[in-house]
């Protein structure tokens, strides 16, 4: 796409610190580098989120991810934990609209970086709770 920052750094029009490449998936270092090492790993097929995803693009990106992760470990002193975040939509924080997953060193509990869930468990009672997986199990059936 020609108007995608992230599919330019794939075509090296403008510059990015690259850790991986192969024909199907392209990862660098995120220039916030939220933590020391936090890494993109985006497709070379330019899609704007999950909801564009199919399954072989799906398996070529997640499949790539471990060896990434283990590669930042064990290159990086310290890193004790990894967050792999990947954000979807305006609404989830996605800046940039060509899909990439963050990999995120975790070095100590207070750094630059902070997630929070918010516990609603109580906001359900069970048959809402069961409703909501049947609601989207449903959904599920019938697109496969
Ligand atoms: P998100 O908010 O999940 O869409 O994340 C987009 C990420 O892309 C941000 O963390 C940015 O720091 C990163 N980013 C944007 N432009 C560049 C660039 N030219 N090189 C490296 N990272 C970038
Ligand atoms: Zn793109």
New binding site residues.
């Given amino acids: 796409m020609t108007d995608c920052?992230?599919c330019k750094?794939i075509n090296g029009e403008?510059p990015?610190?690259k850790v991986y490449e192969d024909d199907e998936v392209y990862a660098?270092?995120?220039?916030?580098q939220?933590t020391k090492g936090?890494t993109?790993v985006i497709p070379k097929k330019h899609v704007k989120n999950i909801f564009e995803y199919d399954s072989d693009l799906a398996c070529s990106i997640f499949s790539r991810i471990p060896k990434i992760a283990n590669a930042i470990q064990d290159s990086l002193p310290g890193v004790k934990g990894m967050n792999i975040?990947?954000?979807n939509g305006e609404i989830a924080?996605?800046?940039?609209?060509h899909s990439?997953i963050?990999l995120i060193p975790r070095y100590q509990t207070e750094e630059g970086f902070k997630l929070s869930f918010t516990d609603n468990s109580k906001s359900y009672t069970n048959d809402e709770f069961q409703q909501l997986a049947a609601s989207i199990k449903k959904t599920i059936e019938s697109v496969s």
Avoid at 93 to 97: A, G, M, T
């Fill in positions: 920052i992230f750094i403008i990015s610190a660098f270092l995120d220039i916030t939220v936090h993109l975040l990947n954000n924080y996605q800046s940039v609209f990439h963050h």
